[in-house]
């Protein structure tokens, strides 16, 4: 099996944008990619696109407009976790000598308001059980009774993100927050306010990978990408809303693309420089903690209270601003964590660059029912 690196990443900030549309913001990632690798637009053999509300043959729309179609583009829907879907396929088919370089690209333009998906039953959103605030409202109660998680910790999540985000123009959030201020935004669903949800929005992710060739020397290189599925479990789990049977030693999705992406590595969370991972809200991000093993289970307030998450700690986590800052348009998400994963461990990310970064991982969650992670390392 060949070794796969990222050879070149774009992005189109994340935020709203009324002027342009969904293919306009591909063309412009795709474009910086391609650029950024040194790669002419018909250099590459195959592309798969991850979208969720792009509508169909989105992927195909935005190579016609760059005059580079005539390859296989595929299409791949996995929710939040589309992008590291799409990546997951693109590294097999490199890694097995199908493609020698293929292009991967996310954009959407997110309608405003809550997510919504025909995944779920209408019944299901009356409950709360699907990825909606009242859900992940739930959870956060069912973390906080768990592992010790107070409202003061999530608001902390809060300030940490943004205080990144402040760094990263293409954010859509800017500006710090303090923990006053999170909490006294508005009481969406008990313990989340307003500023502990992040926003779905618009924006365009894309990668180019490809074989690493004896001349490629030391650049970053995808060392795992994994999906998984939920198994049945309890209805207040990541592993899905959508069963609701009671057994709590059921691995959510989560834990099990973790252990199948270190399986692949070689490695383990302590061997972690680096994480982006999915903070839909702030209790996610310390749920997150716990799945993908950076702490013990219900020890993730006490990862948190430690500073090892923060920039400066021993694992910063996501020093993007995570989708508390940028917002989350879904089928550029994964791929955004990893253009940001990227350059730091090129040592491009500016003033929110963690130092010596040599391994990084990227995680995201879609509708609770598909887990990504993939692992980079150089």
């Not at 500006?175 to 006294?184: G, N």
């Not at 693309?257 to 903070?279: F, I, N, R, T, W």
């Not at 995570?322 to 994964?334: F, I, M, T, Y």
Request: glycine content about 12%; some cysteine.
């Amino acid at each position: 099996m060949r070794s796969v690196e990222v050879a070149g990443i774009g992005l189109h900030p994340f935020g709203r944008f009324e002027g342009r549309t969904v293919t306009e913001m591909g063309v412009a990632a795709v474009r910086q990619a391609l650029a950024d690798a040194g790669v002419d637009r018909r250099d590459f053999q195959a592309a798969f696109c991850g979208t969720a509300y792009s509508g169909v043959a989105a992927g195909h729309r935005v190579l016609d407009a760059l005059g580079a179609t005539g390859g296989p583009i595929v299409d791949v829907e996995a929710g939040c976790a589309s992008g590291g879907a799409a990546v997951m396929m693109a590294a097999a088919a490199i890694a097995a000598g199908q493609y020698d370089t293929v292009l991967v690209f996310g954009m959407e333009k997110m309608p405003k308001g809550i997510i919504r998906s025909s995944f779920f039953a209408p019944w299901q959103e009356e409950a709360g059980l699907s990825p909606a605030p009242a859900y992940f409202a739930l959870r956060g109660q069912r973390l906080m009774r768990e592992s010790g998680v107070t409202k003061q910790h999530l608001a902390d999540v809060v300030v940490k993100n943004r205080a990144n985000g402040v760094n990263n123009p293409d954010a859509m959030f800017q500006k710090p927050a303090t923990a006053d201020e999170v909490l006294a935004s508005r009481l969406v669903c008990e313990p989340l306010h307003l500023w502990m949800l992040c926003s779905p929005n618009e924006g365009a992710a894309a990668l180019v990978l490809r074989a690493v060739s004896s001349s490629s020397g030391d650049g970053v290189r995808v060392a795992a990408a994994a999906l998984r599925s939920h198994l049945p479990g309890n209805v207040l789990s990541e592993a899905t809303p959508m069963s609701g049977l009671v057994d709590d030693d059921i691995p959510p999705a989560t834990t099990l693309a973790a252990s199948a992406a270190y399986e692949q590595a070689g490695l383990g969370p302590a061997d972690l420089d680096v994480v982006e991972l999915q903070d839909t809200d702030a209790a996610r991000e310390l749920l997150s903690y716990e799945e993908l093993g950076l702490c013990p289970t219900g020890d993730a307030a006490k990862l948190l209270d430690e500073g090892a998450t923060r920039m400066g700690g021993r694992l910063p986590v996501n020093p993007s601003g995570g989708l508390l800052s940028k917002g989350e348009p879904l089928g550029a998400s994964a791929l955004g964590q990893l253009v940001e994963l990227t350059r730091q461990l090129r040592g491009d990310a500016g003033p929110r660059q963690v130092d010596g970064a040599r391994v990084a991982l990227g995680h995201t969650v879609g509708r609770g029912a598909n887990a990504s992670v993939v692992i980079l390392t150089r």
